[in-house]
């Protein structure tokens, strides 16, 4: 049998990590600055991570929703208390995009209505709802094609108040990323973010932070939106919660109600995630690594401001993007090919930094001596 081939692969077999670095078939070490798309959130094959994973095989790797899980107790109070919103209701899945697919789902439910607003250059995912309220007509099928879904401007409080104005009463919900990935890292502004919280609040409906790419610290913070006060009704979050195990989840105001059936899943919330999910959150707690996020993703910005070829440094935190001008197009691949670092892309020319949490000054400092001296040579 062949792959479905829907990936252009570069030519690297990676076969192992440890840290904030990779390995290939032929011993080569690679730095990852994209933590396989912003999942690795606390280095790969983390020795408490391994063995809370491994703890968990022997005992039980699986039940279904059917029974009692205390681990996913644990999850939710460790979570609570991570994010600070120790009151709100937790679910788990498995992706990002069924977390975002659910939190529409569910926005609609609490409301008895249809419309989502979303944003241009957004990504939620490439289920149903999810892909529908994706700015990419490229991956939405004729079947997912739907009037329901507004996209307006990010950033611009006019367009929203103006769409509030019109229909807000039929708004279910909007949905916003705090800092946009596949959109090149664009950042929220507070502003911005507490537009849509007043018009939500206003015109009851479910304020839902995409908080897949930028949440779970990267950002410096829990939550990405979380500043100035602001709270979402829903957070969504996946990539980094599990550290590579797939995990996804919603984090849900207690005004919305549950009902038995209204949400479900086969797999989420299994012990094995369960157990990576909570070595995850004990990492993060234990190594300070929201504050690393912060402090190392601070130190890049400021010295990739220096840099004279860069048109611009977006981000927060470790979630970092570089626009290069487009001559530059082939400063990402060589990097990969010549200096064996491992970073991310986005349109035009966008060069994402997604590294793991706890990324070192001199991991940052590395890759901004390889940087300088890759973009000497074009
Ligand atoms: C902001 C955001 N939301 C949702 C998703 C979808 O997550 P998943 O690929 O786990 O379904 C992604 C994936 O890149 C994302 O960046």
Request: charged residues 20%.
């Amino acid at each position: 049998m062949k792959l479905y081939d829907v990936y252009p692969l570069n030519p690297i077999k990676i076969v192992k990590g440890k840290g904030t670095y990779v390995y290939d078939n032929k011993g080569q070490q690679y730095l990852d600055l994209y933590g396989g798309h912003a999942v690795i959130s606390i280095g790969h094959t983390h020795p408490h991570y391994v063995k809370r994973v491994e703890d968990q095989l022997h005992k039980i790797g699986f039940y279904s929703n059917s029974i009692e899980n205390v681990l996913q107790h644990q999850v939710a109070e460790l979570l609570g208390k991570a994010s600070g919103l120790t009151d709100y209701q937790l679910f788990l899945c498995n992706s990002g995009a069924e977390a975002n697919e659910n939190a529409l789902k569910l926005a609609s439910f609490h409301t008895g209505r249809k419309k989502v607003i979303a944003f241009h250059n957004a990504f939620h995912g490439r289920t149903s709802l999810a892909v529908s309220a994706t700015d990419n007509t490229k991956i939405i099928a004729p079947v997912n094609q739907t009037d329901n879904i507004v996209f307006l401007p990010f950033n611009d409080e006019e367009a929203l108040e103006n769409t509030f104005k019109i229909s807000g009463y039929e708004i279910a919900a909007v949905i916003v990323e705090g800092v946009q990935g596949v959109g090149g890292i664009q950042v929220a502004t507070d502003n911005f973010l507490a537009k849509i919280r007043s018009l939500t609040q206003q015109y009851e409906a479910v304020f839902i932070a995409d908080e897949v790419q930028c949440g779970y610290g990267r950002s410096g913070a829990f939550y990405s939106i979380n500043s100035n006060g602001i709270q979402a009704d829903i957070y969504t979050m996946a990539k980094g919660m599990g550290n590579g195990f797939p995990v996804g989840a919603l984090a849900i105001t207690c005004q919305i109600k549950p009902w038995y059936g209204q949400l479900g899943t086969t797999f989420g919330g299994n012990h094995l995630a369960c157990a990576a999910a909570l070595a995850v959150l004990e990492v993060i707690e234990r190594d300070n690594l929201i504050e690393n996020a912060a402090v190392i993703g601070a130190y890049l910005i400021s010295e990739l401001k220096k840099i004279d070829k860069i048109q611009e440094v977006r981000g927060k935190g470790l979630m970092i993007g570089i626009d290069l001008p487009l001559e530059l197009k082939n400063v990402q691949r060589d990097l990969l090919f010549k200096d064996y670092i491992f970073t991310g892309t986005a349109s035009p020319n966008v060069i994402r930094l997604l590294p793991a949490l706890n990324l070192t000054q001199s991991d940052a400092d590395l890759f901004l001596d390889k940087f300088t001296s890759r973009l000497q040579q074009f």
